[in-house]
């Protein structure tokens, strides 16, 4: 059978170390670009890193901020309502202290009729029994 080839198409010793070195530097070339990949690729981690550490600490801030903020809110909020309960309190013992003059007043006038009636009571006694009409 004739393809075409020598008989003897056994490589040589140095065509198979050529072949070795070529395969050799790609390989070579090829594990210095995965490398750059790798380092390229740790470079842009630490700078993502980077990034989040920075929007990590403003966004600490800003809720330390907006922490702030709400706490002087809410300060404000129960002085304004504390302000208003000592004056609703004032006001109910304005109202309390006019009840109770209103009403020592209106006891003061049933009292009166009553030591009215009292006395006109006591005294048409004194007349019926001076007349004797009770014996």
Known sequence: MDDGEATNSKPTLETRVAAVQTDVTHLT?????VERSIEQTRDEIKEMRREQE?????????LKSDMHRMEERLKSDIREVFAGLKEMIRDLKADNTEVRSAMRTELGHDRKVLYALCVTAIVMMLGLLGK???Y
């Not at 070339?29 to 670009?33: F, K």
């Open 54 to 62: 920075g929007n990590l600490k403003l966004t600490k801030n800003e």
């Open 132 to 134: 004797g009409v009770l």
């Open 29 to 33: 070339r090829r594990v210095d670009q």
